[in-house]
């Protein structure tokens, strides 16, 4: 028998650069995975990710409901469609994931090269969540040295 000890990482540092919902809501659900067994996450949206943090369109959808859907093969032709075939599985929803993010202390960060190649500078983002607007030197010095890092 080993005497291995499998240790997990002390934080769970993701890039999100996809702009598919599907991918997105993903990385929530393992954002919320990882803090909820206190492994802490910062999530850093950049690119097409950027876009799940907007402030809701005039009609006061989500931004994230107009996002694509990538090649996961779930369906429908927009993350709204997706999203709305989620709550018919009783699969956490984009908006259910985020408010339990929130909850359990994830960070959310927003590329601001990102926001520029997009020409999005400027644009509102939500309200309802605390977004610290940086760069890839703001997110690296936030991550762990013992730590993982994914890119999404």
């Known amino acids: 028998m080993s005497d291995t000890v499998t240790t997990r990482p002390d934080k769970l540092s993701i890039v999100l650069f996809s702009g598919d919902y599907d991918k997105v ?3 929530l659900v393992l954002a919320n995975a990882s803090a909820a067994i206190d492994v802490p996450v910062t999530l850093f949206f950049t690119m097409g990710a950027a876009r799940a943090l907007l402030a809701p369109n005039a009609d006061g959808a989500p931004a994230w409901r107009t996002m694509p ?3 996961s093969g ?3 032709g927009n993350g709204g469609e997706a999203d709305d075939n989620f709550k018919s599985r009783t699969v956490a929803d984009f908006e259910e994931l ?3 993010s929130l909850a359990l202390g994830v960070k959310f960060m927003v590329c601001e090269m990102g926001l520029h190649a997009l020409d999005l500078q400027g644009a509102a983002l939500r309200d309802d969540v605390p977004i610290t607007v940086g760069g890839a030197v703001t997110f690296i010095n936030d991550a762990s040295a013992t730590g993982q890092m994914l890119f999404i």
């Open 25 to 27: 809501h993903y990385a």
């Open 69 to 71: 859907v990538g090649g």
């Open 74 to 76: 779930i369906p429908g």
């Open 98 to 100: 985020l408010r339990s």
